[in-house]
T-cell receptor, first 114, second 115 residues
Framework: DQQVKQNSPSLSVQEGRISILNCDYT??????FLWYKKYPAEGPTFLIS?????DKNEDGRFTVFLNKSAKHLSLHIVPSQPGDSAVYFC?????????????FGKGTRLSVIA | DTGVSQNPRHKITKRGQNVTFRCDPI?????LYWYRQTLGQGPEFLTY????????KSRLLSDRFSAERPKGSFSTLEIQRTEQGDSAMYLC?????????????FGEGSWLTVV
């Protein structure tokens, strides 16, 4: 049972345009959400997070939006750069319910075309 | 470098052999996690420690797998009698004690190939 779903395995975007990566979750106990970026043969790198008490968090070119009623979050990257080409993982946890380990989606491979 | 350190980075072993991976977490982090990632999948949780106590183990962690964190610092993950299905990247991560959020920081991973 996939509790965190990234339904788009891949996405191609032109350099300078906006990249939107989507993530859905099923567990209503999740209250903390994160995005990680992964290059081949490396470990995932933390990008940005959001708590369920917020609906938006911004850090430079990266913005995460959370829609709790729809159990949906998205990562916006603007403007996209070739160096953003990587696999992006959505993750969720329920720290306030005592369930600590992060649950990851299967990832979306982003290709930014120059 | 004060990040999470894992070694070896790559291991090729014959089926049936035992392998051990080591993880050194970020020094002030008292939580340490092991995940496994295979092609086309996201990281899958295996187990985690708070200091030296192993607090949770996933169903993925069969009895051939054992993890230790004897002094609450580095950790080892041992796989006994390896099988081809164990081929994966084994990821270690660490975090400070949970507060409102749980951001974990990963190491570079250890690739295991069982032939």
């Amino acid at each position: 049972d996939q509790q965190v779903k990234q339904n788009s395995p891949s996405l191609s975007v032109q350099e300078g345009r906006i990249s939107i990566l989507n993530c859905d979750y099923t567990n209503s106990m999740f209250d903390y959400f994160l995005w990680y970026k992964k290059y081949p043969a490396e470990g995932p790198t933390f990008l940005i997070s959001i708590s369920s008490i917020k609906d938006k968090n911004e850090d430079g070119r990266f913005t995460v939006f959370l829609n709790k009623s729809a159990k949906h979050l998205s990562l916006h990257i603007v403007p996209s750069q070739p160096g953003d080409s990587a696999v992006y993982f959505c993750a969720a946890s329920a720290p306030n319910s005592g369930n600590t380990p992060l649950v990851f989606g299967k990832g979306t491979r982003l290709s930014v075309i120059a | 470098d004060t990040g999470v350190s894992q070694n070896p980075r790559h291991k090729i072993t014959k089926r049936g052999q035992n392998v051990t991976f080591r993880c050194d977490p970020i020094s002030e982090h008292n939580r340490l996690y092991w995940y496994r990632q295979t092609l086309g999948q996201g990281p899958e949780f295996l187990t985690y420690f708070q200091n030296e106590a192993q607090l949770e183990k996933s169903r993925l962690l069969s009895d051939r797998f054992s993890a230790e964190r004897p002094k609450g610092s580095f950790s080892t993950l041992e796989i006994q009698r390896t099988e081809q299905g164990d081929s994966a990247m084994y990821l270690c991560a660490s975090s400070p004690t949970d507060r409102a959020g749980n951001t974990i920081y990963f190491g570079e991973g250890s690739w295991l190939t069982v032939v």
